[in-house]
């Protein structure tokens, strides 16, 4: 999606976010969807305003962010849930290790919701990943948001509804009133900047259908059990389109087609130049899985290696 859009390249857009009833609205294929994964990050540090930057400099239809919740309830955009990995917190604040989680191996562990968000600015996002981004800052959603819209497309995922479900905080009513407050929901917004939400947890899915039923909502998986003509006809019924993982669908092509009758869109993840599998280039990698496969959108960490086809 290259902005401003034409009036087919939006309906052709709309369709791919909303499956089969826009599908059927189509005298053509819709164009297959490029998603930055937490921005451009091949190339900047994830989830940093250069990152996103880059993404729309390279043209993505849409830019990812995570989300995160602070310990003062703000949106901000973090993929793990905590912050020792992509950031210098054990650095600044040694003793705010969590007493209650630790990571794998028993790690000590940084949850980003036991910090406010003007303590998480204080951070840098940008040194882990290259010298040359030290003092990147970890943005908040409305700051992605800022700018992305107008640009390319949102595509929200809520990361760990539980985590944050068992401290009291519902996630799901934190990003829906967010939506909400920037009229991220309504159909003039949406026409110029298309929305897609995502999660792992189901749940999450099933109340994005019905806090915010006019926008696409995809189910993200990683289990096999989840490419299965039965189950992707009960996903049909509160998501959108549905997002396996890039092995399930490799080894289980045809649910591309169940899912497509089923009336959802399929979304694979993560291609990326470092994690290729059995392809010479990201790029072959992509194109096979868009056009002999025939998914709808990738997510990569690797937009300008994008395989766009006329
Ligand atoms: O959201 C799609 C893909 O990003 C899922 O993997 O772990 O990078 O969020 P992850
Ligand atoms: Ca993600």
Redesign the pocket.
Known sequence: MHMPHSFPACLALAAVALGSAGAAAQTSSPAKQL?A??GASGYAPEHTIQAYQLALDQRADFV?P?LAITKDGVLICL?DDSLERTTNVEELFPDRYSRESAGRDGAKEWLANDFTLAEIKRLDAGSWFNPRFAGARVPTFEEMVALVRGKAGL?P?L?SPPLYTARGVDMVKVFVDAVKKHGLDKPESLETTPMIV?S?DEGAVRRAAADLPGVAR?F?T?SDADVSEARLKELARFATGV?P?KRVIERHPGMVGHAHTAGLTV?S??FRADDKFAFPSVRDEMAHFLYSLGIDAI?TNNPDQFPRRP
């Open positions: 998603i994964h937490r990812e995570d993929h595509y995922e990361k995502q792992f995809v993200l990683s997002a993982e979304t993840w993560t997510f």
